[in-house]
């Protein structure tokens, strides 16, 4: 199946995906940080988005 290009938001919020670069700039967009803090944040905490939210001291309902 084709990516949906118009995808304002991804479908699970609670894992982050760096394989998509869209979902990358979302991320950094909704945490106020680089992509890169993303990237790293990931690779240190894993990709359940409560964990990178925590590991960059940012609030997740």
């Not at 992509?35 to 309902?61: H, N, S």
């Amino acid at each position: 199946m084709a990516d949906d290009l118009d995808r304002r938001e991804p479908e699970d919020k609670f894992k982050i995906n760096v394989h998509e670069e869209w979902e990358l700039r979302y991320w950094a967009r909704r945490f106020g940080v680089t992509r890169e803090q993303i990237v790293d944040a990931v690779r240190r905490v894993g990709v359940q988005t409560r964990d990178v939210a925590r590991y960059l001291g940012k609030a997740w309902p």
